[in-house]
T-cell receptor, first 114, second 109 residues
Framework: KAGVTQTPRYLIKTRGQQVTLSCSPI?????VSWYQQTPGQGLQFLFE???????NKGNFPGRFSGRQFSNSRSEMNVSTLELGDSALYLC?????????????FGQGTRLTVV | DAKTTQPPSMDCAEGRAANLPCNHS???????VYWYRQIHSQGPQYIIH???NNETNEMASLIITEDRKSSTLILPHATLRDTAVYYC??????????FGTGTKLQVIP
């Protein structure tokens, strides 16, 4: 079956702009998590959605937001982009969020802010 | 802060077993131990997870100590394609997931 699909794969934006990234989870998976990966900070948790509800949020400013649709697809939005937002943004999906549930990651969206 | 501690790097000869340690001394009773690996900026790949008992799948074995304060991921016959950063994490339910810095495993021909 198809894996986690993230679009676009690469993106270049200018400071001050906003960006929307998309994640399509594995069919049947209802949980979607987002992560930011930078060389300096490593993999950092952004937020997790389950059945259209945000279940948890990492320590990121309010410029970072997300949502999940009824078909479990998710989007994340970053407004007023800063140079430091340049990163690989990863999405992971899992069947549920409880107990032992492995997460499957997409290939990520590499965002460059210039 | 990450709940796990891993050595920053390790080398392993091709064909030999790679044993990657992880300390998680503050793990709580219902938290699972998960292992993922990331090959050069690709998305992390799930390897294995466990709660108390040792686990084995087609990729690896996971040995968890009786007190659950540490674990070891074993790749039985390392190949060059196993060169990656390996992450050990602990989580349950809706917890924020914190990845540490991981262990960079270099498999040497």
């Amino acid at each position: 079956k198809a894996g986690v699909t993230q679009t676009p794969r690469y993106l270049i934006k200018t400071r001050g702009q906003q960006v929307t990234l998309s994640c399509s989870p594995i069919s049947g998976h209802r949980s979607v998590s987002w992560y930011q990966q930078t060389p300096g900070q490593g993999l950092q948790f952004l937020f997790e959605y389950f059945s259209e509800t945000q279940r948890n949020k990492g320590n990121f400013p309010g410029r970072f937001s997300g949502r999940q649709f009824s078909n479990s697809r998710s989007e994340m939005n970053v407004s007023t982009l800063e140079l430091g937002d340049s990163a690989l943004y990863l999405c992971a999906s899992s069947l549920t969020t409880g107990g032992a549930t492995e997460a499957f990651f997409g290939q990520g969206t590499r965002l460059t802010v210039v | 802060d990450a709940k796990t501690t891993q050595p920053p790097s390790m080398d392993c000869a091709e064909g030999r077993a790679a044993n990657l340690p992880c300390n998680h001394s503050t793990i709580s009773g219902n938290e699972y131990v998960y292992w993922y690996r990331q090959i050069h900026s690709q998305g992390p790949q799930y390897i294995i997870h466990g709660l108390k008992n040792n686990e084995t799948n087609e990729m690896a074995s996971l040995i968890i100590t009786e007190d659950r304060k540490s674990s070891t991921l074993i790749l039985p016959h390392a190949t060059l394609r196993d060169t990656a950063v390996y992450y050990c994490i602990v989580r349950v339910g809706y917890q924020k997931v914190t990845f540490g810095t991981g262990t960079k495993l270099q498999v040497i021909p």
